[in-house]
């Protein structure tokens, strides 16, 4: 991990505070400190700065004689999210009646943090400054082990062949929809479909209430094309199912959910699919229109999840398109 500190230059007091103090508490952690005037570059300074800011993972701020350059980069690494730890010298805290320009003050709007005093360099400070950065390591450790196991999955995703990534996105959404009282109706095999050169496999899911059914498509593909889009606005067989005694059941509503590999540009859906409209997130809707055969359609609505990158992301989204819309067994 990595460390920026952002104080003064040339004060004797602030360098042996960073150079006794600062350094080796920041090195116990395993922390790599990063100051300014202490990288050897070539760039303008301010580039630098926020070169290593972005860089690192938190900031110490010591505001020993009110830099504004301190405050600013302080500022810079909150807005970011980054957690910024304050140190100041004692004497910071009382005003001065010869501090015409408030330089030996910490500065009223900041004096509410819980920042961290030091005289000199000391043991007292090191300890201080240990336990506190140990608090803030904590989560970001957490986190970057999330991030770490988060990549490790997207990686082991996308070394797998694409085909078989179609089938497991495929897989994953009839399980999930099956544990919602969904049975399975009808699916194709992953192969050229209905005119679409990429590899395209639709299964076919439907529930029945006491008077109603519901009915769900699942088209996966490594990457949805305007073709596919027309198909679901235009060409697409009825999902209008019949139970097992043959009785026709109100069609409670469509639902086709579409789950890309890469992502889809919103303009490519729109040109698909006119008749259909944004409703919230990825979810489009369509009132009654023609289709190609001449039979006028009912309402349906059309899911997209797209940019898949590793199959614990695309189940965790998958839940929540099943919450969210109505699909759930208590939705149902």
Not at 1 to 20: Q, R, T
Not at 209 to 217: D, E, F, K
Not at 246 to 269: C, F, G
Request: charged share 25%.
């Amino acid at each position: 991990m990595k460390c920026f500190i952002a104080s003064a230059f040339g004060h004797e007091d602030v360098d042996a505070i960073y150079d006794s103090c600062i350094v080796p508490t920041l090195r116990k952690l395993s922390v790599t400190p990063l100051r300014v005037d202490r990288v050897e570059h070539n760039e303008e300074i301010h580039n630098k700065i926020f070169e290593l800011i972005d860089s690192s993972d938190f900031v110490i701020a010591d505001l020993t004689y009110a830099r504004p350059s301190v405050y600013y980069e302080a500022g810079y690494a909150t807005g970011k999210s980054m957690p910024v730890i304050y140190t100041v010298k004692g004497d910071h805290f009382s005003a001065r009646g010869d501090d015409l320009y408030g330089n030996f003050r910490v500065h009223f709007d900041i004096q509410m943090k819980n920042i961290i005093s030091w005289r000199e360099p000391n043991q007292t400070f090191s300890n201080k400054l240990l336990t506190r950065a140990q608090h803030i390591l904590r989560p970001l450790e957490r986190k970057n082990q999330i991030d770490l196991n988060l990549q490790t999955e997207r990686d082991k995703f996308d070394s797998t062949a694409m085909l078989k990534r179609i089938m497991l996105l495929q897989e994953i959404g009839v399980k999930l929809l099956r544990k919602q009282s969904f049975s399975m109706y009808k699916t194709s095999k992953p192969v050229p479909f209905n005119g679409i050169s990429t590899p395209t496999l639709e299964t076919q899911l439907v529930k029945f209430n006491r008077t109603r059914q519901q009915a769900i498509s699942i088209i996966a593909t490594s990457s949805a094309s305007k073709r596919l889009f027309n198909y679901i606005c235009y060409d697409r067989p009825s999902l209008y199912i019949t139970d097992r005694s043959a009785s026709k059941l109100s069609l409670e509503d469509t639902h086709y959910i579409v789950l890309s590999l890469k992502s889809i540009p919103r303009p490519r859906v729109t040109e698909g699919m006119p008749y259909f409209h944004l409703q919230k997130n990825n979810t489009y809707s369509s009132g009654e229109h023609r289709s190609h055969n001449g039979e006028t359609t009912s309402k349906t609505y059309v899911h997209i999840v797209d940019g898949i990158k590793s199959e614990v992301e695309f189940t965790a989204k998958f839940r929540a398109l099943i919450e969210e819309n109505g699909l759930s067994k208590n939705g149902g």
